[in-house]
């Protein structure tokens, strides 16, 4: 099974900061990476596909990058609303396989 | 708008089955597949499986090998995932989502087990 490693595990920052959390794979995914962001109590929500394609109607705050192994999800202009859990999930290969979590925090 | 809704909660005893029902609207059923996911309580997200909804071909998590089935019905655009002989760490709230990508999700149904 392909291992999808988050970091960090946690994070805090403040209104207006820009974050990066990483995923990596511990084999080739190619750009079959997703990302979600989860708030306490709700479903989780797609924000990003084939590592930096936006979904649609998620504002431009988020974006994706990396290929292979190596990924990034960057979120800028940070505002309350973003504090939440973000997970990575790769799709090359079953099984599909998550990444433990991030959970960000506001200040 | 492309709608994912899930069945209401449920309680088992071990040893129990459950079936938890996903009805989709908005697209073109047979167009995309269905994942399952399911997340325990304070836990993070685990993949459980995927189905074509063109062609009914499935692939599952090894773990749950041979105690799930996922099935759809074309006929009302509804999937179904059936977990057999439960147990209490199949506590968790189980999620569909379209395609494997998973672009929408349903609202999730929380499943306890408990004697």
């Known amino acids: ?10 994070l805090s920052a403040s209104v207006g900061d820009r974050v990066t959390i990483t995923c990596r794979a511990s084999q080739d995914i190619s750009n079959y990476l997703a990302w979600f962001q989860q708030r306490p109590g709700k479903a989780p929500k797609s924000l990003i596909y084939a590592a930096s394609s936006l979904q649609s109607g998620v504002p431009s705050k988020f974006s994706g990058s990396g290929s292979g ?5 960057t979120i800028s202009s940070l505002q309350p609303e ?14 599909y396989t998550f990444g433990q979590g991030t959970k960000l925090e506001i200040k | 708008q492309v709608q994912l809704v899930q069945s209401g909660a449920e309680v088992k005893k071990p ?3 459950v079936k938890v029902s996903c009805k989709a609207s908005g697209y073109t059923f047979t167009n995309y597949g269905i994942s399952w996911v399911r997340q325990a309580p304070g836990q993070g997200l685990e993949w459980m499986g995927w189905i074509s909804a063109y062609n009914g071909n499935t692939n599952y998590a090894q773990k749950l ?5 996922m099935t759809t019905d074309t ?12 147990r209490s760490d199949d506590t968790a709230v189980y999620y569909c989502a379209r395609g494997e990508d998973t672009d929408y999700w349903g609202q999730g149904t929380l499943v306890t087990v408990s004697s």
């Not at chain 1, 099974?1 to 946690?10: G, L, R």
């Not at chain 1, 973003?82 to 099984?95: E, H, I, K, L, V």
């Open chain 1, 1 to 10: 099974d392909i291992q999808m490693t988050q970091s960090p595990s946690s």
């Open chain 1, 69 to 73: 192994t190596d990924f990034t999800l």
């Open chain 1, 82 to 95: 973003d504090s939440a859990t973000y997970y990575c999930q790769q799709y090359n290969s079953y099984p």
């Open chain 2, 15 to 17: 040893g129990a089955s």
């Open chain 2, 65 to 69: 090998q041979g105690r799930v089935t």
């Open chain 2, 75 to 86: 006929s009302t655009s509804t999937a179904y995932m059936e977990l057999r002989s439960l």
